[in-house]
T-cell receptor
Framework: DADVTQTPRNRITKTGKRIMLECSQTKGHDRMYWYRQDPGLGLRLIYYSFDVKDINKGEISDGYSVSRQAQAKFSLSLESAIPNQTALYFC?????????????????FGEGSRLTVL | SQQGEEDPQALSIQEGENATMNCSYKTSINNLQWYRQNSGRGLVHLILIRSNEREKHSGRLRVTLDTSKKSSSLLITASRAADTASYFCATDRNGNKLVFGAGTILRVKS
């Protein structure tokens, strides 16, 4: 089973609809992130969370909101989707302490959620 | 704006050749990381180099970091068709979040 799981993997929706992308992890990491990937632009950070009570805006947070329901779950919402939010969305986790054996600061990514807004 | 900028945008080589990708960044960093992404998949961490390190090796990968020039390079030796992927550098300024570049698309022809 994947350590970082995103659902749905693919979604087609219409302008104005509310969309939620969900992410769950079994790595026990405190830090979770949502990135957006567009061709030629790399990955841009939308929101990040360092623990259940912590939410921080990233580079491109306008039009998005997040919820950290538990240490293992971090969801991304588009309240009213628009076509330029069509993109590939990635959830990632990290462990800043290194207690799980990985390099501190290394990100572990889910497989992505491809969202198309018509 | 992107902190890291990769060069070239795309690279096509023959199997067995070496592939070199470069990354430039704008501000001081804690560490720089390289990731690989197969088409349509999630990114996978390859290697991390800290600001006080100049070179690191991992298997066929060699990463260098020149903090005076704010640049890094990733060398893949003896490339294989399976190395075909996009490669991204990412910089960590303060241990809080990574900022990614736009990536280099590598194609290894067999």
């Amino acid at each position: 089973d994947a350590d970082v799981t995103q659902t749905p993997r693919n979604r087609i929706t219409k302008t104005g609809k509310r969309i939620m992308l969900e992410c769950s992890q079994t790595k026990g990491h405190d830090r979770m992130y949502w990135y957006r990937q567009d061709p030629g632009l790399g990955l841009r950070l939308i929101y990040y969370s360092f623990d259940v009570k912590d939410i921080n805006k990233g580079e491109i947070s306008d039009g998005y909101s997040v919820s950290r329901q538990a240490q293992a779950k971090f969801s991304l919402s588009l309240e009213s989707a628009i076509p330029n939010q069509t993109a590939l969305y990635f959830c990632a986790t990290s462990d800043p302490t290194g207690k799980f054996g990985a390099n501190t600061g290394e990100l572990f990514f889910g497989e992505g959620s491809r969202l198309t807004v018509l | 704006s992107q902190q890291g900028e990769e060069d070239p945008q795309a690279l096509s080589i023959q199997e067995g050749e070496n592939a070199t990708m470069n990354c430039s960044y704008k501000t001081s960093i804690n560490n720089l990381q390289w990731y690989r992404q197969n088409s349509g998949r999630g990114l996978v961490h390859l290697i991390l180099i800290r600001s006080n390190e100049r070179e690191k090796h991992s298997g066929r990968l060699r990463v260098t970091l020149d903090t005076s020039k704010k640049s890094s390079s990733l060398l893949i030796t003896a490339s294989r068709a399976a190395d075909t992927a996009s490669y991204f550098c990412a910089t960590d300024r303060n241990g809080n979040k990574l900022v990614f570049g736009a990536g280099t698309i590598l194609r290894v022809k067999s």
